[in-house]
């Protein structure tokens, strides 16, 4: 199982990024999907998550109304949009998957499989 993040950079408060994340190895549709990030001397935290059919999402209240998550089963992808970014969304973002019953959000330790990670600055 691979899951490819992608799509992170270096962008000024206020800007936009979109991340992707490419899996296979595994029935993606099978999978409900989230994203997580770790900033600088920080501990990893949950950001988004969307169900196996894309017909639920639950988001951190950090990132609520900024960020959208979605999926695209028939290309195995899922993506992160992240609109009004701030200095402190600053931090590697990673995607994951577990095929457990979808509950929100989940625990880190529910989800089988994780990302490489990419890395998004925000700049003041």
């Known amino acids: 199982v691979q899951l490819q993040a992608s799509g992170g950079g270096l962008v000024q408060a206020g800007g936009s990024l979109r991340l992707s994340c490419a899996a296979s190895g595994l029935l993606f549709s099978s999978y409900n999907m989230g994203w997580f990030r770790q900033g600088p001397g920080k501990e990893r935290e949950f950001v988004a998550a969307i169900s196996r059919n894309g017909g639920a999402q639950y988001y951190a209240d950090s990132v609520k109304g900024r960020f959208t998550i979605a999926r695209d089963n028939t290309k195995n992808t899922v993506y992160l949009q992240m609109n009004g970014l701030k200095p402190e969304d600053t931090a590697v973002y990673y995607c994951?998957?577990?095929?457990?019953?979808?509950?929100?959000?989940?625990?880190?330790?529910?989800?089988?499989?994780w990302g490489q990670g990419t890395q998004v600055t925000v700049s003041s």
């Open positions: 994951a998957a577990h095929g457990r019953l979808w509950s929100g959000a989940g625990t880190q330790h529910e989800y089988d499989y």
